[in-house]
């Protein structure tokens, strides 16, 4: 069917490859922004990993050092290591009664 559209005759078929094509280009440029978005917080995501890791690990440190001068401090001082622990089962039997 054709249509007169002023100076140009049209099939109808013109039109619509011309829509389709910018609707195509416009798919294709959402496409590249998603991907992009998606490249950036995977990369956002492992900065955050990394930190977290870094973070465990000093935690860790700090931890194994309490736990070997909490040692020492029980090896040097046996019998005041057992008054302090008593004292503080104490104070929760007290609190918790």
């Given at each position: 069917m054709a249509t007169y559209t002023g100076t140009n005759i049209d099939n109808g078929s013109g039109g619509k490859d011309?829509?389709?094509?910018?609707?195509?280009?416009?798919?294709e440029q959402v496409k590249e922004q998603i991907k992009g978005l998606v490249d950036a917080g995977q990369d956002k995501l492992n900065d955050v990993k990394e930190s977290l890791i870094e973070a465990?690990?000093?935690?860790?440190d700090r931890a194994?050092?309490?736990?070997?001068t909490l040692r020492e401090q029980i090896k040097a001082r046996p019998l005041a290591t057992v008054a302090v622990a008593f004292g503080i089962g104490y104070v929760v039997m007290r609190i918790f009664r």
């Open positions: 011309q829509a389709k094509d910018k609707v195509e280009g416009k798919t465990k690990d000093k935690v860790a194994q050092g309490f736990a070997n």
